[in-house]
């Protein structure tokens, strides 16, 4: 089974900084399978970044994912409000689906 | 627009049963294999389950197989969920997905295992 270390699992920054979000898996992984989620409150996980840097329908190019074999990125390069919120990776390349354990990006 | 509509969450006692439901709508539903996700109260997401879009193969975490069951009525665009021997550790919003990776959720329906 793979598992998926998040990090930081917390980062505070200010809007207009850049975010680095860092997910790595516990053996290589086939990039084609990594996805990126973002969870509001009160909402249900909304889909980033799928195959490790393609960006999902309408999700902004301030956004972007790279990686492969055990480090898998999410950037966000200009924070803007709406970004702020937890960010979960997924394996999807075999059962388990597991999932990180999430990153909260918090406003300064 | 794509539309999951769960149902069927509640308050349970330990040790019964509760079938979870998620009505598809707006796009070809069998086309689609299907996910249950779940999040226990302040903490992160759980894969549940899967089934393929014609309901031959199903996959299930450890920590719920033999337990729950997935199914699928094609037929009605609905997902479902049976959930038996439900432990307090079950309680959770749980939500349906679509696909792999999943690109529409629903809203979630909030199951809570208490005596």
């Known amino acids: 089974e793979i598992v998926l270390t998040q990090s930081p699992g917390t980062l505070s920054l200010s809007p207009g900084e850049k975010a680095t979000l860092s997910c790595r898996a516990s053996?290589?992984?086939?990039?084609?399978?990594l996805a990126w989620y973002q969870q509001k409150p009160g909402q249900a996980p909304r889909l980033l970044i799928y195959?490790?840097?393609s960006r999902a329908t309408g999700i902004p190019d301030r956004l972007s994912g790279s990686g492969s074999g055990t480090d898998f990125t999410l950037t966000v390069s200009r924070l803007e409000p709406e970004d702020f919120a937890v960010y979960y990776c997924?394996?999807?390349?075999?059962?388990?689906?597991?999932f990180g354990r999430g990153t909260k990006l918090e406003i300064k | 627009q794509v539309q999951l509509v769960e149902s069927g969450g509640g308050v349970v006692q330990p040790g019964r049963s509760l079938r979870l439901s998620c009505a598809a709508s707006?796009?070809?539903?069998?086309?689609?294999?299907m996910h249950w996700v779940r999040q226990a109260p302040g903490k992160g997401l759980e894969w549940v389950a899967l089934?393929?879009?014609?309901?031959?193969?199903?996959y299930y975490a450890d920590s719920v197989k033999g337990r729950f069951t997935i199914s699928r009525d094609n037929s009605k665009n609905t997902l479902y969920l049976q959930m038996n021997s439900l432990r307090a550790e079950d309680t959770a919003v749980y939500y349906c997905?679509?696909?792999?990776?999943?690109?529409?959720w629903g809203q979630g329906t909030l199951v809570t295992v208490s005596s």
């Open positions: 997924q394996y999807y390349g075999d059962s388990p689906y597991t």
């Open positions: 053996q290589s992984v086939d990039s084609s399978y």
């Open positions: 707006r796009f070809t539903f069998s086309n689609y294999g």
């Open positions: 195959g490790a840097s």
């Open positions: 997905a679509r696909g792999t990776p999943s690109d529409y």
């Open positions: 089934i393929w879009y014609d309901g031959s193969s199903r």
